[in-house]
């Protein structure tokens, strides 16, 4: 009976990059969060807090590894997609949404509504753009690829300078991967 009130261990680390700053978690299951731009510690901390109540915060950059190696590749505009396992927690609505991020090409941008079509809920701009805001991974689960219907950079938890600096990665590298 004990062995099912365990919490998860949660591991983290801070990826310093050239000029990018994020911290991210995983569980032994796979990534959980990645947070935003040189952001405080207090914002992961904030998150397990709110999603992992009570669940032990372990630096390891052994275990991170894998997934810091895979983020630099993508800063380096040597990856187009992620392959590192995920650990997502979300209702099935955001899951759904999440998906939908995930079937955006890289390099290219959809609008809130391109996702409410891909979900076959239409008229759920809110719920998706909601959903969209709760995506706990960025980069990894793309949601910095959403722009509004007008062509314009539009919400982001990350802060619009880290969307901006995605998408100008994004479409720096996107012509090479297309000759490729």
Not at 55 to 78: C, I, N, T
Not at 133 to 158: D, E, M, Q, S, W
Request: charged letters at 20%.
């Amino acid at each position: 009976m004990e062995a099912f009130l365990l919490k998860p261990t949660l591991f983290w680390t801070k990826l310093v990059f050239d000029n990018w700053k994020i911290y991210m978690a995983a569980t032994t299951k796979g990534l959980c969060y990645v947070g935003s731009q040189d952001k405080p510690f207090e914002e992961l901390e904030n998150w397990v807090n709110k999603h992992y109540p009570g669940s032990p915060l372990v630096l390891d950059d052994v275990v991170m590894e894998p997934y810091a190696a895979e983020f630099k590749e993508f800063f380096q505009g040597l990856r187009t997609s992620f392959t590192v396992s995920h650990d997502l927690k979300g209702t099935e609505f955001q899951t759904k949404v999440w998906n939908a991020l995930c079937q955006i090409p890289y390099g290219e941008t959809w609008t809130y509504s391109d996702i409410a079509d891909a979900i076959e809920k239409p008229s759920a701009l809110r719920a998706v753009g909601s959903a969209i805001g709760a995506n706990p991974v960025l980069l990894t689960v793309p949601c910095h690829r959403v722009i509004g219907k007008n062509g314009k950079l539009t919400g982001f938890r990350g802060g619009l300078e880290m969307k901006e600096q995605l998408l100008k990665i994004e479409q720096q590298n996107a012509n090479l991967h297309h000759e490729q």
